[in-house]
């Protein structure tokens, strides 16, 4: 389905597509993450709703603190470079102990580097210092079979092991 501006909303057996050839590319659930942004078509749009029932359809199982980020987006749009998360509300989680707070609107690019990272991201803080400092972007890192995620906020850069 198609706009007047040349934006498409995704119907649930598009975004079901997506996501098994992300499953295809590995088995890792941030990588599959990571390889759905990857798989929109700029000038995109689709529902949280399809999203949800897409997920479900593709037995792809949301772990720990991302169930509860995954169950608020109301719509994931992707136009040019940029990705947009728009939920339903804002989130406080918390990952590693380190509480996470995504606002209503999140916005950041995929960088397919050597190191899978999400870049240029607004809208996403961590809780360190006593304050809330923002991320601006999160890398996926592979070190001798171990996955950890090199996150940066507020300037400071933070190693954090994720297996």
């Given at each position: 389905m198609?706009?007047a501006?040349?934006?498409s909303?995704?119907?649930?057996?598009?975004?079901?597509?997506?996501?098994?050839?992300?499953?295809?590319?590995?088995?890792?659930?941030?990588?599959?993450?990571?390889?759905?942004?990857?798989g929109?078509?700029?000038q995109?749009?689709?529902?949280g709703?399809t999203?949800?029932?897409?997920?479900?359809?593709?037995?792809?199982?949301?772990?720990g603190?991302?169930?509860?980020?995954?169950?608020?987006?109301?719509?994931?749009?992707?136009?040019?470079e940029?990705i947009?998360?728009t939920?339903?509300?804002?989130?406080?989680?918390?990952?590693?102990?380190?509480?996470?707070?995504?606002?209503?609107?999140v916005?950041?690019?995929?960088?397919?580097?050597?190191?899978?990272a999400?870049?240029?991201?607004?809208g996403?803080?961590?809780?360190a210092?006593l304050?809330?400092?923002?991320?601006?972007?999160?890398?996926?890192?592979?070190d001798?079979?171990?996955?950890?995620?090199?996150?940066?906020?507020?300037?400071?850069?933070?190693?954090?092991?994720?297996?």
């Amino acid at each position: 389905m198609s706009d007047a501006a040349g934006d498409s909303t995704l119907s649930l057996e598009q975004v079901t597509q997506i996501l098994s050839q992300a499953k295809s590319g590995g088995a890792d659930p941030l990588l599959v993450g990571i390889q759905i942004f990857n798989g929109l078509n700029d000038q995109v749009t689709l529902t949280g709703n399809t999203l949800m029932l897409a997920l479900t359809a593709s037995g792809i199982q949301i772990p720990g603190p991302l169930a509860t980020l995954v169950d608020s987006i109301q719509s994931v749009a992707k136009e040019g470079e940029l990705i947009t998360l728009t939920m339903n509300r804002e989130i406080e989680t918390a990952f590693n102990d380190t509480r996470i707070r995504l606002q209503q609107k999140v916005g950041f690019t995929v960088d397919n580097g050597d190191s899978p990272a999400l870049t240029n991201m607004t809208g996403v803080s961590a809780h360190a210092f006593l304050a809330w400092l923002d991320i601006t972007s999160i890398q996926l890192n592979r070190d001798e079979g171990h996955l950890s995620l090199a996150v940066v906020a507020g300037g400071f850069k933070k190693t954090v092991p994720i297996n």
